[in-house]
């Protein structure tokens, strides 16, 4: 019985660490965001704009410090590539935001000091 036990246990380590950032942003975003990234005027704020953030340094600052992003339930390295994936996939049709990866260094530091937004 134990070995049954600690083979689901590793089998499902093992699935939630493969996960893929879509799969992360279904379970992490998408209930706010809408499976759009649209997002709820007045309420939750649009994805469209991830890309011009992720641009800058101010701008990935702001992001990681927003408590959503900053508190989320994921390692750095898969909360760093489900950026990277929202910023790509709900980009404006027609654009291609130019922005560096975030390493999960980055996602690291900034989740490990900055306070949150008022």
Do not use: K
Not at 45 to 72: D, I, S, Y
């Amino acid at each position: 019985m134990r070995a049954l036990v600690l083979a689901l246990l590793v089998g499902s380590l093992a699935a939630a660490a493969a996960a893929s950032p879509e799969q992360d942003y279904t379970l992490q975003g998408q209930g706010c965001h809408g499976a759009d990234g649209a997002g709820v005027p007045g309420l939750v704020p649009g994805l469209a704009g991830v890309g011009g953030l992720l641009a800058t340094a101010e701008g990935r600052a702001r992001l990681l410090a927003v408590p959503g992003v900053r508190q989320a339930s994921l390692s750095d390295a898969r909360l760093a590539a489900l950026l990277g994936w929202v910023a790509n996939t709900f980009a404006p049709p027609g654009a291609r935001p130019a922005f560096a990866p975030l390493s999960a260094e980055e996602v690291g530091r900034y989740r490990g000091t900055i306070q949150t937004l008022r």
